[in-house]
């Protein structure tokens, strides 16, 4: 960084009055944005939210399975908003009668937009309908934490606590049936890893105790 920036000064100095200022604008604009760029985590942070049942929930408690993460911001596009949670719905649930008890999954709604006059037991009303659990983000903040911005991302989180799949969710119903098989190979893939990782060390042990 500090290269480039020598570069465009030196440029600076020997450039022409109007040239200058065009220069000035574009080094601040590129490094601000440099600086203020939102990257997203490879691993999950942990955080405190509540479900619809007002029900605490702690994501390090949870952690040593793998977990199906949806993230559906708001949009001021209502109709949007409806289709994604809709789609959203569709590939949990595909995900959750072929994995359940096996896995864990969750959805995170983002509410920072909501009108003061609507009631929070409203929100907390319609999301408890939803066939699964759905955490509610009321400022943001876990949002923001795991840089899921305007568009809906499906996060896996392996045992671990590392982001192992990370893909922003979409409206074209193909596309959808794809990422839900991308992560149906790869949580197969996962728990086949953990089962052979287990099975190596059963036998070191067993191999320990003849000793």
């Not at 997203?40 to 049942?53: C, H, R």
């Not at 193909?174 to 949580?187: N, S, W």
Request: aromatic letters at 8%; glycine letters at 4%.
């Amino acid at each position: 960084m500090k290269s480039e920036l020598g570069r465009l000064m030196r440029r600076i100095v020997r450039a022409p009055a109007l040239v200058v200022v065009n220069l000035l604008l574009m080094v601040v604009f590129s490094f601000a944005g440099q600086e203020g760029r939102t990257v997203p985590p490879d691993s999950v942070a942990d955080f405190t939210l509540k479900d619809a049942n007002k029900k605490e929930f702690r994501l390090a408690e949870h952690l040593g399975q793998i977990m199906i993460l949806s993230f559906i911001p708001n949009t001021k596009n209502k109709t949007l908003g409806a289709r994604w949670l809709e789609n959203s719905r569709l590939c949990l649930q595909k995900l959750k009668s072929k994995y359940d008890g096996e896995i864990m999954a969750l959805g995170l709604k983002e509410m920072t937009d909501i009108p003061m006059f609507v009631p929070r037991s409203f929100i907390r009303a319609k999301l408890r309908k939803e066939p699964f659990p759905y955490l509610i983000d009321w400022e943001g903040k876990v949002f923001a934490q795991f840089a899921v911005q305007r568009t809906p991302v499906l996060m896996v989180v392996d045992a671990g606590g590392k982001i192992i799949y990370r893909q922003e969710l979409t409206l074209d119903n193909e596309r959808l049936k794809e990422i839900c098989t991308q992560v149906e190979e790869l949580i197969d893939r996962q728990q086949h890893s953990d089962e052979k990782t287990a099975l190596q060390k059963k036998n070191m042990e067993q191999a320990e105790d003849r000793r």
